[in-house]
Nanobody, 119 residues
Framework: QGQLVQSGGGLVQPGGSLRLSCAAS????????LSWHRQVPGKERELVAV????????DYADSVKGRFAISRDNDKNTVSLEMNRLKPEDTAIYYC????????????WGQGTQVTVSS
């Protein structure tokens, strides 16, 4: 069975930077849309960023545009999220996801990692 395993996260001061990574195995990584999501208790999951299989197209939530950058490496089966100029409101559990192009639902999810932005 396919899986996504995340790394990164932790405690960061406001204005700082952090990089999240996600490694895939067990499925054809190069044909999936890849994405990052975040969720806080009592709130709906938010789509943060998405990237297409060829890296020709990316999209971001308005709340992170200009600060976060998603990238993928199809040779290494990894997707990353570079987070810059972090704010306290970025605090959440972050998840990576993989979805077949044109499908509505996600096929695979990472285990989640906590990002806390605080002084």
């Amino acid at each position: 069975q396919g899986q996504l395993v995340q790394s990164g996260g932790g405690l960061v001061q406001p204005g700082g930077s952090l990089r999240l990574s996600c490694a895939a195995s067990g499925f054809t990584f190069s044909i999936y849309d890849l994405s990052w999501h975040r969720q806080v208790p009592g709130k709906e999951r938010e789509l943060v960023a998405v990237i297409t299989p060829t890296e020709d197209s990316t999209d971001y939530a308005d709340s992170v545009k200009g600060r976060f950058a998603i990238s993928r490496d199809n040779d290494k089966n990894t997707v990353s999220l570079e987070m810059n100029r972090l704010k306290p409101e970025d605090t959440a559990i972050y998840y990576c996801g993989a979805k077949m192009v044109g499908f509505r639902g996600y096929s695979y999810w990472g285990q989640g990692t906590q990002v806390t932005v605080s002084s």
